[in-house]
Structure formats: C-alpha cells, structure tokens
C-alpha cells in the first residue's frame, strides 16, 4: 500500500469518526428534547403560570432552552396557541425580534424587525450561496491528496495535512455558522406569521 494511500485512508477513519460523534450529539439531543416537553408540560401546562414568581418563569425556560428571557415575553408566548413551539422558535430566532410593550410592561405584539423583514428574500438568498462556498471550498484542501506520493517521507507532508485539517475546519464552522444564521432567520418570519395571525 502506497504511503499517500494509507494517509488518505487514516483521514477517511477520522472523518468517519467524526460523523459518528455528530450522530450520537443528535440522538442524545432528540432524548433530551422530549424530557424537554415533559419538562414544559408540567411547569408551564400543569401549573397555572400567572400564579408563578417571573424569577420560577424565567428560570424554567432557562432550564428549557438555554437563554435568558424575560417573563412578560414568555407569558406573551404562552397565550398563544401551541407554546412549546413558539417558545422553541423564540429561543432560535432571538436576536431577529422585536417586541412592542404597553406601559404596565407587558408584551402588546411581537414580530421580525423591520430590517429583516424588508430585506428577508435577499438575506436568504445571500445566506444559502454563503454557505454552499464555505462548504463546498472546505474540501478544497483534499484534492491536494492526490499528488501526496511526490513528497515521499518529506516532513513537509504533515505540514500539508495539518493546513488541510485547519482550513476544512475553519471553513466548515463558518458553513455551519451560516446555515445557522439562515435558519434562524426563516424561523423568525415563521414565528412572526404566526403569532400575528392568530
């Protein structure tokens, strides 16, 4: 077996490696996200909320999602129909919302803010052909592969090998940041409609 092989096979394993971390994250993560739903059934469902301290009601989503948010927003949400999901919704498309407070401090309306409403199409657009050439230049690298024979037991292989794992890794991050961007956005116009629909 050729020495360029043999690397390219070692390289192979580890991607394969990897992609089964990735795979047991999600199983794991669709484990936690119905211990999730018991979880909200019985402390937002169960319960009556407005008898709940907003410290209860905004330490339980924190427990929920993972961030911090307000009680009047997560009471705001709860009015409507379908919470779990609206509240799963808001935790992703965060920072895309604005909300409108009458002046007791509660929640009037809430939607997308204006700048990614108007601009929603483009921003989508842009965001996909992003991520398609960070994804697509991440592998870029890996065509260099092929030419590894020519460099023999030169030192200067795993220079190459370490560049090509650096630049699959910065430019895969910068993929998936995008993808995340993009989704995050989409689900801020969903959560928008909805909510304003009802």
Do not use: C
Not at 47 to 55: A, G, K, M, Q, T
Not at 57 to 70: T, V
Not at 126 to 150: A, K, R, V
């Amino acid at each position: 077996m050729s020495e360029g092989l043999e690397i390219t096979l070692k390289i192979v394993s580890i991607l394969a490696g990897i992609l089964g971390i990735i795979l047991t994250i999600m199983s794991i993560t669709r484990h936690n996200s119905k211990g999730k739903q018991e979880f909200f059934q019985k402390i937002f469902v169960d319960s009556n909320v407005n008898e709940l301290h907003d410290y209860a009601i905004e330490r339980s989503f924190f427990e929920l999602h993972g961030i911090n948010s307000k009680a009047s927003t997560i009471k705001f949400l709860l009015s409507k129909e379908n919470p779990f999901k609206k509240l799963s919704q808001y935790k992703t498309s965060k920072m895309f919302m604005k909300e409108t407070n009458t002046r007791n401090g509660k929640i009037k309306s809430m939607k997308i803010k204006n700048f990614y409403d108007e601009n929603y199409i483009t921003l989508t657009i842009f965001g996909t052909i992003l991520y398609f050439i960070f994804f697509s230049s991440s592998f870029y690298p890996y065509s260099w592969f092929n030419n590894l024979n020519q460099f023999g037991k030169n030192p200067e292989i795993y220079l190459l090998i370490f560049l090509s794992f650096t630049w699959f890794t910065v430019l895969m991050t910068l993929a998936l940041i995008t993808a995340n961007l993009v989704q995050s956005l989409i689900t801020a116009k969903e959560l928008s409609k909805s909510i304003n629909n009802q």
